[in-house]
Each structure stands twice: as C-alpha cells, then as structure tokens.
C-alpha cells in the first residue's frame, strides 16, 4: 500500500476487526476481508500437499538404491522440496492469512526472510541442477560432490546478501508493519526489484535448458527440464500480474487464496516432475520399469556420462549404480548383474554368464571376437578380454590339451 498512508502524521487508534475491514475497503477501494475459515482451508489444503510430497520424497529415500530414483540426485531434489516448505511458510504470513499480531507483525521476517528467501532459493536449485545436467551431458565434465558444495554455497550467498540489503533499507522503502491499519506494508519498488531478479534468473535458466535440447538420455532431462520451466514462466507470469495490477491483494480474500495456492501447486509439480515418475513405477511396475530403464541406458550414446562395467571378480550378482561421490551427476558406472537380462538388437552377448562364450553372430567362424559389432555405448566401456580359439586361457598360464579336431578349451 501507498507509504504515505503509513508514514502520515496522524495517529489513528488501532483498529479492532470489525471496523478493520470497512475502513481498509473504503481507504483502498478493494473488498477487504479478515482472516477468515477459508484462509485456514487454505493454510491447511497447502499443508496437506506439501505432507503429500514430503511422503513422496521419504519413500524415495527409503527405495534409494532403486537405480531410477537415485539417477534423480535426491539430495538435490529434498533441498528443492525443503525451500519450497519455508517459502510456504512464509506467505502464510506475508499473504494475510493470518491475523497480523504478535510473531507475525516481523513483516521483513516473514516477507524478506522467509517467503523472499526461499523462493529465490528455491529457483536458484534448479538452476544449479539444470547446470550440471549441461556439464554433464554437454560438456562431458562431471558434477562432483565438491562441485556441489561450491554451487551451494554460490547459491546461499547470493540469496543472503540480496536478502540482508533488503533488511537493512528502511522498511519505508521495503517493508514494514503499519500498526495502524495492522497489515505489512510491501513497497511497490520492492515488489518489482524481486521480480525483475526472478524473471534475470529465469531468463539465464533459459539459455541452459535450450543448451540440454539434445540430450537423449533415459532419464527424459530435457522434457523434464521444459516442463518445469513452463510451470514456473506461467508462475511468474500470475506473480507479476497480481502484483503489479492487484497491489492490495492481501486484502482482499479471493486474491491472497489464489496467490497461495498457485505458489503451492507450483512449487510442489516442479519435485513431482522431477522425481514423480519413477517414484510411482517403483511402486506400480517396480522390476519391469528397471528393466526396461536399464536397456534404454544402455542403448543410450551418453558413454561420457554413464560407464558400463560388468561385474567385476569375485562379486555375487548384483545392479546398482554406483555414485562414488554422493553425487548422481557425477560419472557413475551401472554394474549389469550375471543375472540381469539387457536384450539389445544385437542379441544375448553371453550366452553362459559364467563363461565367455559368445554366440554366432559375434564369433564369427574366421576368427576373433569383433567388438565393432557391439552397440557404441558398450565398446569402450564394457571390458571384456577376447578370447582367441586355439590360444592359451585367461585364466591359465598353461596351455590347455587339444581336443579332437584341433579344438581347445577355453
């Protein structure tokens, strides 16, 4: 609202609710309404969904070395959901729902350092993720776990400092509680510097997902990182619009229920677009999804990003990825059980898991194992020693005895 309002010489006795609302609706010309029923629906509807996904989120903890959901880099994702839930938080308060009194009258708490905060927070992990899917995939570089930490720390300290100049400008030019007309007076200048820093952040985020627009993955990163990107532009979109135009929407019940809801809705599809899907295949197609993902990893060209390893000696039959860094951007490697079926164009390589035989149409009757015939994924990365017919074994110093028809055994 306007700060001369605020800033007026005239003392005004506070105003008790009933008179409140007339008061505020005649000063303004909107239909001011009190805290309400409705509003706690809504604080309670939000709370609903947010418990949702926080359900989502510890069942994939729970199902961690299910291969799909850890490829997601959960830890990233929980920080993305956790931001979410304060920015909540603090548009419990910075939207009206509540009666402004006690607690609740640290306006720049709940505005600058809640809602403020972990909103840009919250955009700034995703813009941190959409970057390491770019090193990974584009720059074929991995995403470590040091790599992470910095980025965190990057993305902290911006928010912070831009936060803390906030809260130390006068609050006539931020924000501030006006005792008299008991309600947090947000400063258009305000409003529209958060906005013009969303709307730089997400502009910058563009130019990264278009980067990713070639990646052919299993893990549908591009359609993905689109998807979320088209749900936070029409966010942004309602945000600039009911700030800009509805400048006293907290006022006004309709407005700040909407506002709430389409931050939560918002906010909540973005970690059920990114983690969602294979969270419920994990529960509805558990083994026939991981196997089809798997194939489709391995049909993949990504071989800078993911190496494929057979298992190595003396283990039992296993799959998991391995992330030796924490960090499911980083370079992990799929170790493919002995027991695990990856059906490629080219046929079943090993016939005999416990063995290296190989079938015809990869030992040819003129000589050695040709890798050419290999998928490209595969023949750098899948480490196999060539067995040569008549040759010494791997596994033997000795030569073996010759059997009838000039044969040896491998």
């Not at 911006?158 to 947000?186: A, E, H, P, Y």
């Not at 407005?255 to 906010?267: E, F, G, H, V, W």
């Amino acid at each position: 609202m306007p700060a001369a309002l605020a800033s007026s010489g005239i003392r005004v006795p506070r105003m008790d609710p009933g008179s409140r609302e007339s008061i505020l609706s005649y000063t303004f010309g909107v239909t001011a309404t009190n805290p309400d029923s409705a509003d706690t629906i809504t604080i309670a509807a939000s709370g609903a969904v947010y418990g949702l996904t926080g359900i989502m989120i510890i069942y994939a903890w729970c199902n961690y070395n299910y291969r799909p959901i850890k490829a997601k880099n959960l830890t990233w994702v929980t920080l993305i959901y956790l931001s979410a839930v304060l920015w909540y938080i603090g548009n419990i308060g910075a939207n009206g729902h509540v009666w402004i009194g006690g607690v609740w009258k640290n306006c720049k708490l709940w505005v600058i350092w809640f809602r403020v905060l972990f909103c840009y927070i919250f955009a700034t992990l995703n813009i941190v993720r959409f970057y390491a899917l770019d090193r990974v995939f584009n720059q074929k570089k991995p995403f470590t776990k040091v790599a992470g930490l910095i980025a965190g720390a990057i993305v902290i300290i911006f928010n912070v400092v831009f936060c803390l100049i906030n809260q130390l400008i006068s609050g006539k030019l931020t924000v501030r509680f006006v005792d008299t007309f008991v309600v947090c007076d947000v400063t258009q200048g305000f409003r529209i510097a958060a906005l013009v820093t969303q709307w730089i952040l997400w502009a910058g985020c563009a130019v990264l997902i278009f980067r990713l627009r070639n990646i052919q993955s299993s893990f549908n990163e591009f359609r993905e990182s689109v998807a979320i990107f088209a749900v936070i532009i029409a966010l942004l979109t309602e945000s600039t619009v009911t700030y800009i135009h509805f400048k006293y929407y907290t006022l006004e019940k309709n407005r700040r229920i909407q506002k709430t809801l389409m931050d939560t809705i918002a906010s909540n599809l973005v970690v059920w677009l990114i983690v969602g899907y294979p969270v419920l295949m994990s529960i509805f197609r558990r083994h026939r999804y991981e196997q089809s993902w798997v194939e489709r990893l391995a049909k993949d060209n990504n071989k800078t990003a993911y190496e494929f390893t057979s298992n190595q000696p003396n283990t039992t039959s296993y799959a998991k990825m391995h992330d030796n860094s924490d960090s499911a951007f980083n370079n992990s490697q799929l170790n493919i059980g002995e027991n695990e079926t990856v059906d490629y164009q080219y046929g079943n390589m090993f016939a005999d898991p416990g063995s290296l035989r190989t079938d015809s149409s990869t030992l040819r009757a003129n000589g050695a194992y040709n890798d050419s015939e290999l998928p490209m994924a595969l023949r750098t990365n899948l480490h196999i020693r060539r067995p040569v017919l008549n040759n010494p074994s791997m596994f033997n110093s000795n030569s073996p005895a010759p059997l009838p028809g000039t044969r040896a055994v491998l």
